[in-house]
């Protein structure tokens, strides 16, 4: 399907009245451009169950969490969720976020847990040239250019600063994204440059999947 220009123009007058009044002003507007979005995410879902397995998808809710936030706006001025790969064998995520002057598509490891983080720098001290690897396809370079995500400032404790992969071992977070304008999002063939975003963090899923699914010996631990 092809989403319409009501979407960001009901987005983009949200970022303008972001209060209550507004929202129950346009209630109806909204229920449509949600209606729209979750059969995008649904073509988008049928997709990928062609090529992955997927557990589900969600879509964030439009109501913001203000208890212990400073910003006390009541609603997220975007269209955002996630579809979440099936089983303990397959790990990562693709995101998806439709917001005026700020949409992309992504995915990757936001917030791994201790053990897992541990796990992945391991690895890389080990043998980082897989990863290398993937980060290095010119079609995963074009796309997303780079691995991105926060990182410690010198080496995590237990690894050595100078270890030649020490780019990768300081990161905590190991994600991707690609971004496209409000004109590209509107284009018939968006569904299919999401698909061919998603298609390319294949390779990454799959060998992130089996560092987290193997101990540094190689065998499964799951």
Not at 14 to 27: G, I, Y
Not at 117 to 133: P, Y
Not at 185 to 191: A, C, G, K, R, T
Request: hydrophobic share 35%.
């Amino acid at each position: 399907m092809t989403l319409t220009p009501h979407i960001f123009s009901f987005l983009k007058g949200l970022q303008k009245h972001n209060n209550r009044a507004w929202f129950a002003a346009h209630k109806n507007e909204y229920q449509a451009c949600l209606a729209e979005v979750k059969q995008f995410f649904k073509e988008v879902e049928d997709a990928l169950l062609e090529t992955d397995m997927l557990e589900r998808h969600k879509i964030f809710r439009i109501y913001r969490d203000v208890r212990f936030s400073k910003d006390k706006t009541p609603f997220k001025t975007r269209f955002a969720g996630y579809f979440i790969r099936a089983s303990a064998e397959r790990r990562g995520g693709y995101y998806l976020n439709i917001e005026p002057g700020n949409s992309l598509v992504g995915g990757g490891f936001y917030g791994p847990n201790p053990e897992d983080l541990k796990r992945i720098r391991q690895e890389f001290e080990q043998d980082d040239s897989e990863m290398r690897a993937i980060l290095a396809h010119p079609n995963f370079k074009r796309v997303f250019g780079g691995l991105q995500g926060e990182e410690v400032k010198s080496a995590p404790r237990g690894f050595d600063k100078e270890h030649p992969a020490i780019d990768l071992i300081r990161k905590k977070q190991f994600y991707v994204v690609r971004k496209f304008t409000d004109a590209e999002v509107l284009n018939p063939d968006f569904s299919a440059r999401v698909m061919e975003s998603y298609l390319l963090l294949r390779p990454f899923f799959d060998y992130m999947s089996s560092v987290l699914s193997t101990n540094l010996n190689g065998e499964s631990i799951i």
